[in-house]
C-alpha cells in the first residue's frame, strides 16, 4: 500500500492524489512524503520517497515522475525547473464537437499529470444565454452548471480554467439566425458602436463571470477582416478602423472591469491596422504613443503564430508586441484543424522553433492551441502527444523530444511513434519539405474528393500516395495490443489509410485509363475496386461515429455523418456511371475529359472546396 505523508501546506492535493493514482494503477509498498518548496525534486531510496513542489499544477507533474522512474528503478533521484509561469491547451468547442463533461475530466487528468495550469475552453456560443435563445442553438452548449463541474474539478489539479470567447469577429454561427440582426454589422463580426451589442457582450461577460472561478475571459477579436464595413458603413459612414476597433476595445474592457474581470485578447488586429503591410508582422509598424495608451492596461496581448519556421521572425514579433503592451502571452498550435488527424510532426518541429524564442525573450504565458476548424473531424485526445511537447518546454530547457515520448506513454499508455505516425494522414513526411501549407495538408482532400469530378489529381501523378497509405494502414494495425484504451484510435487510423490507399490508387489510374479506352481497367473499377473501396468507406463511417459518439455531445456528428454518406452515395454513383460506359450505354464520361488543374483555392481547407466547383 502506499502511503501519502503530506506536509500542511499540501493536505488540499489528497483528492487531486486518489484520483491520479487510479490512472497511474501502480501499487506498492511506499511511503511518500510530500512537501511544499522552493523547488521540483523527486527521491526514492532505502529510507522512502520525497515529493518537493512549487505549485499545485507542478506536484501532479512530480507525481507522475515519481511513478515513472519507480516502475524502471527503486532508487532514483530527479529535478526540474519551471520556466513557464502559466500554460496549458486551448480546446475548441466551437467547430461541432463539443467534448462530454466527463471526457473534458478525463483530458484534465491527463494535461495534471503533464504539470500544465490553463485549460481554456474556447465556447464562441457553447454556453447558454439568457434572453437569446438562438445563441448556440442546437449546439450542444454547456450550461452553467457543467462548467462551473469542469472549472470545479480542474481546481483540486491546480489547472486554472477560463473561457475564450468572441466579442467582434467569428461570430458566423450566430450571425446565421435572425434574432442576431441587431447586433450584426456583417455575416461574420458584430456591429461596433451599437448600444444593443454591448449589451449582448455584457450579457456574455456577465454570465461567465459568474460561471468560473478564474477572473480571466479571453475575449478574442481576432481575423475581424470585414468590421465596420457592413451596417456599420451604412450607419455611420467610413471610419478609420484602427479609431473603431480601439473604441469597441474599450467599451469591452469596462465591461469586463465592471464585473472584476481581466482580459487576453488575440492581436492579429491590432498588427494589420498599424503595419504597412496591413499583415499580421512587423514589417513598418508603427506603434504611436496614443495607440499605445488606448490599450487597456489589464489586456494581455496574444501572439499567435503556427506556421513561422525562422526562430528571428519570432523574436521580432515579440518585440513588436513588447512595444504595445508590457503583458504578453504567446499561442502555438497543434496542428489538428486539417482534418481527421494532427500533425504531431510539425508539431515538434515548429512549435519547438516558437518556444524556444519565447524562452529567450521571457515570455512566460503559453497557449497550445487545439483548433478544430471545418467540422472538428480530428478528435481532441490526438491532440495530448502534440501538448506533451509544451509540458517538456515548461519544466526543461533540453532534450524535449526525448523528455516527452517518455512521458506521454507513461502518462497516457499510448504509443508516440503511433502519434507520430498518425500524421502521415497528411502528406509523405520522409523529410521533403513543403513550400505552402495547402501542399503539406492534402489528405483530408484526397478523402473527400469526387471518384469523377476529382480536383485534387495533381498530388497524384507521381503516383506515390496509394502506396503511402497502404504502408500506413499495414503500419497502423501494429500498434493494436491487448486491451490499450488508444486501440480505437489505432484502428481508426489505420481504417483511414486503407480508404486512403484504395481511393488513391483509383485515383492516380482512372483518368488514364479512360483517356487510353482502357475498358478493362475501367470495368475492373466499376466491378470491383469501388466496392471495395465502399466497404471500407462503411467501416470508416462507423468507426468515426462511434468515436464521435463515445467522447462527444451529439450535436455536430451529422456534418461527419452526411460528410461520409456523401463520399458512399458518389462511390454508388461512380459505379453506375462506369458500369454504363464499359457497357456502352452512355458514350463518355464528361468529368474525365477535363484537363486536371493544381488544386489552388483561398478555401483549401474547406470540405465544400474539397468536393466541387460547384455551389454546395
Given at each position: 500500500?502506499?502511503?501519502?505523508?503530506?506536509?500542511?501546506?499540501?493536505?488540499?492535493?489528497?483528492?487531486?492524489?486518489?484520483?491520479?493514482?487510479?490512472?497511474?494503477?501502480?501499487?506498492?509498498?511506499?511511503?511518500?512524503?510530500?512537501?511544499?518548496?522552493?523547488?521540483?525534486?523527486?527521491?526514492?531510496?532505502?529510507?522512502?520517497?520525497?515529493?518537493?513542489?512549487?505549485?499545485?499544477?507542478?506536484?501532479?507533474?512530480?507525481?507522475?515522475?515519481?511513478?515513472?522512474?519507480?516502475?524502471?528503478?527503486?532508487?532514483?533521484?530527479?529535478?526540474?525547473?519551471?520556466?513557464?509561469?502559466?500554460?496549458?491547451?486551448?480546446l475548441d468547442m466551437s467547430r461541432n464537437a463539443v467534448?462530454?463533461?466527463?471526457?473534458?475530466?478525463?483530458?484534465?487528468?491527463?494535461?495534471?499529470?503533464?504539470?500544465?495550469?490553463?485549460?481554456?475552453?474556447?465556447?464562441?456560443?457553447?454556453?447558454?444565454?439568457?434572453?437569446?435563445?438562438?445563441?448556440?442553438?442546437?449546439?450542444?452548449?454547456?450550461?452553467?452548471?457543467?462548467?462551473?463541474?469542469?472549472?470545479?474539478?480542474?481546481?483540486?489539479?491546480?489547472?486554472?480554467?477560463?473561457?475564450?470567447?468572441?466579442?467582434?469577429?467569428?461570430?458566423?454561427?450566430?450571425?446565421?439566425?435572425?434574432?442576431?440582426?441587431?447586433?450584426?454589422?456583417?455575416?461574420?463580426?458584430?456591429?461596433?458602436?451599437?448600444?444593443?451589442?454591448?449589451?449582448?457582450?455584457?450579457?456574455?461577460?456577465?454570465?461567465?463571470?459568474?460561471?468560473?472561478?478564474?477572473?480571466?475571459?479571453?475575449?478574442?477579436?481576432?481575423?475581424?477582416?470585414?468590421?465596420?464595413?457592413?451596417?456599420?458603413?451604412?450607419?455611420?459612414?467610413?471610419?478609420?478602423?484602427?479609431?473603431?476597433?480601439?473604441?469597441?476595445?474599450?467599451?469591452?474592457?469596462?465591461?469586463?472591469?465592471?464585473?472584476?474581470?481581466?482580459?487576453?485578447?488575440?492581436?492579429?488586429?491590432?498588427?494589420?491596422?498599424?503595419?504597412?503591410?496591413?499583415?499580421?508582422?512587423?514589417?513598418?509598424?508603427?506603434?504611436?504613443?496614443?495607440?499605445?495608451?488606448?490599450?487597456?492596461?489589464?489586456?494581455?496581448?496574444?501572439?499567435?503564430?503556427?506556421?513561422?519556421?525562422?526562430?528571428?521572425?519570432?523574436?521580432?514579433?515579440?518585440?513588436?508586441?513588447?512595444?504595445?503592451?508590457?503583458?504578453?502571452?504567446?499561442?502555438?498550435?497543434?496542428?489538428?484543424?486539417?482534418?481527421?488527424?494532427?500533425?504531431?510532426?510539425?508539431?515538434?518541429?515548429?512549435?519547438?522553433?516558437?518556444?524556444?524564442?519565447?524562452?529567450?525573450?521571457?515570455?512566460?504565458?503559453?497557449?497550445?492551441?487545439?483548433?478544430?476548424?471545418?467540422?472538428?473531424?480530428?478528435?481532441?485526445?490526438?491532440?495530448?502527444?502534440?501538448?506533451?511537447?509544451?509540458?517538456?518546454?515548461?519544466?526543461?530547457?533540453?532534450?524535449?523530444?526525448?523528455?516527452?515520448?517518455?512521458?506521454?506513454?507513461?502518462?497516457?499508455?499510448?504509443?508516440?511513434?503511433?502519434?507520430?505516425?498518425?500524421?502521415?494522414?497528411?502528406?509523405?513526411?520522409?523529410?521533403?519539405?513543403?513550400?505552402?501549407?495547402?501542399?503539406?495538408?492534402?489528405?483530408?482532400?484526397?478523402?473527400?474528393?469526387?471518384?469523377?469530378?476529382?480536383?485534387?489529381?495533381d498530388y497524384l501523378k507521381n503516383g506515390e500516395m496509394?502506396?503511402?497509405?497502404?504502408?500506413?494502414?499495414?503500419?497502423?494495425?501494429?500498434?493494436?495490443?491487448?486491451?490499450?484504451?488508444?486501440?480505437?484510435?489505432?484502428?481508426?487510423?489505420?481504417?483511414?489509410?486503407?480508404?486512403?490507399?484504395?481511393?488513391?490508387?483509383?485515383?492516380?489510374?482512372?483518368?488514364?485509363?479512360?483517356?487510353?479506352?482502357?475498358?478493362?481497367?475501367?470495368?475492373?473499377?466499376?466491378?470491383?475496386?469501388?466496392?471495395?473501396?465502399?466497404?471500407?468507406?462503411?467501416?470508416?463511417?462507423?468507426?468515426?461515429?462511434?468515436?464521435?459518439?463515445?467522447?462527444?455531445?451529439?450535436?455536430?456528428?451529422?456534418?461527419?455523418?452526411?460528410?461520409?454518406?456523401?463520399?458512399?452515395?458518389?462511390?454508388?454513383?461512380?459505379?453506375?456511371?462506369?458500369?454504363?460506359?464499359?457497357?456502352?450505354?452512355?458514350?463518355?464520361?464528361?468529368?474525365?475529359?477535363?484537363?486536371?488543374?493544381?488544386?489552388?483555392?483561398?478555401?483549401?481547407?474547406?470540405?465544400?472546396?474539397?468536393?466541387?466547383?460547384?455551389?454546395?
Open positions: 500500500m502506499i502511503n501519502f505523508v503530506f506536509d500542511n501546506q499540501s493536505e488540499n492535493l489528497k483528492v487531486g492524489t486518489d484520483i491520479i493514482m487510479k490512472k497511474i494503477g501502480i501499487d506498492a509498498d511506499l511511503k511518500i512524503s510530500v512537501k511544499k518548496s522552493d523547488r521540483l525534486f523527486i527521491k526514492n531510496d532505502a529510507e522512502g520517497g520525497s515529493i518537493e513542489y512549487i505549485t499545485d499544477a507542478s506536484y501532479f507533474r512530480m507525481l507522475s515522475l515519481f511513478f515513472k522512474e519507480y516502475k524502471k528503478k527503486n532508487t532514483f533521484t530527479y529535478e526540474e525547473q519551471i520556466y513557464f509561469d502559466k500554460c496549458g491547451p486551448m467534448l462530454k463533461v466527463e471526457k473534458v475530466k478525463d483530458y484534465i487528468e491527463y494535461i495534471a499529470m503533464m504539470g500544465l495550469n490553463r485549460l481554456v475552453l474556447y465556447i464562441e456560443d457553447i454556453y447558454e444565454l439568457k434572453d437569446y435563445p438562438y445563441f448556440g442553438y442546437m449546439r450542444g452548449s454547456y450550461t452553467k452548471e457543467e462548467l462551473m463541474e469542469i472549472d470545479k474539478y480542474a481546481l483540486q489539479f491546480g489547472i486554472e480554467v477560463f473561457p475564450a470567447i468572441q466579442t467582434l469577429g467569428h461570430m458566423e454561427r450566430y450571425m446565421h439566425w435572425d434574432e442576431s440582426f441587431p447586433v450584426r454589422d456583417t455575416m461574420h463580426c458584430l456591429l461596433s458602436g451599437e448600444e444593443k451589442t454591448y449589451e449582448f457582450i455584457e450579457a456574455m461577460i456577465k454570465t461567465l463571470s459568474n460561471t468560473f472561478t478564474s477572473k480571466v475571459i479571453h475575449v478574442g477579436m481576432d481575423e475581424a477582416f470585414d468590421f465596420g464595413l457592413g451596417r456599420y458603413l451604412h450607419k455611420n459612414g467610413y471610419h478609420d478602423r484602427s479609431e473603431i476597433i480601439l473604441a469597441h476595445l474599450n467599451r469591452v474592457n469596462e465591461i469586463a472591469k465592471k464585473y472584476d474581470m481581466s482580459i487576453h485578447m488575440w492581436s492579429d488586429m491590432f498588427f494589420r491596422l498599424a503595419s504597412k503591410s496591413g499583415g499580421y508582422d512587423a514589417e513598418g509598424l508603427e506603434v504611436s504613443e496614443e495607440l499605445k495608451s488606448l490599450i487597456p492596461d489589464n489586456a494581455t496581448l496574444v501572439y499567435w503564430s503556427y506556421t513561422e519556421e525562422d526562430e528571428d521572425k519570432y523574436t521580432e514579433m515579440i518585440k513588436a508586441h513588447l512595444k504595445m503592451s508590457d503583458n504578453l502571452s504567446f499561442a502555438g498550435s497543434s496542428f489538428d484543424y486539417f482534418g481527421h488527424m494532427c500533425d504531431t510532426i510539425n508539431t515538434y518541429r515548429i512549435t519547438q522553433i516558437a518556444l524556444n524564442s519565447c524562452k529567450k525573450n521571457n515570455v512566460r504565458d503559453i497557449y497550445a492551441t487545439i483548433w478544430e476548424d471545418n467540422g472538428a473531424e480530428c478528435d481532441l485526445f490526438l491532440s495530448l502527444c502534440s501538448v506533451q511537447l509544451y509540458a517538456e518546454n515548461m519544466y526543461n530547457n533540453d532534450n524535449y523530444i526525448e523528455h516527452a515520448k517518455e512521458n506521454f506513454e507513461f502518462i497516457t499508455g499510448a504509443s508516440f511513434d503511433a502519434f507520430m505516425d498518425m500524421s502521415q494522414f497528411h502528406n509523405i513526411f520522409d523529410g521533403r519539405e513543403y513550400k505552402y501549407w495547402w501542399i503539406r495538408y492534402v489528405g483530408k482532400r484526397l478523402l473527400y474528393q469526387d471518384i469523377l469530378a476529382s480536383l485534387c489529381d496509394s502506396a503511402h497509405y497502404k504502408h500506413y494502414a499495414e503500419k497502423m494495425n501494429e500498434y493494436i495490443s491487448g486491451d490499450n484504451r488508444w486501440n480505437v484510435y489505432y484502428s481508426y487510423a489505420h481504417q483511414l489509410f486503407d480508404v486512403l490507399a484504395k481511393k488513391c490508387e483509383i485515383a492516380e489510374n482512372l483518368r488514364n485509363a479512360y483517356l487510353a479506352k482502357d475498358l478493362d481497367y475501367i470495368k475492373e473499377v466499376a466491378e470491383n475496386k469501388l466496392d471495395a473501396l465502399y466497404k471500407s468507406v462503411e467501416i470508416l463511417r462507423k468507426q468515426a461515429l462511434d468515436l464521435w459518439y463515445t467522447n462527444n455531445k451529439a450535436f455536430g456528428g451529422e456534418v461527419l455523418d452526411i460528410r461520409l454518406n456523401g463520399l458512399l452515395g458518389r462511390i454508388e454513383t461512380s459505379k453506375a456511371r462506369l458500369s454504363a460506359f464499359v457497357n456502352g450505354e452512355i458514350e463518355r464520361i464528361e468529368e474525365l475529359e477535363v484537363e486536371r488543374l493544381p488544386f489552388s483555392s483561398y478555401n483549401a481547407s474547406q470540405y465544400a472546396a474539397m468536393v466541387t466547383a460547384g455551389i454546395m
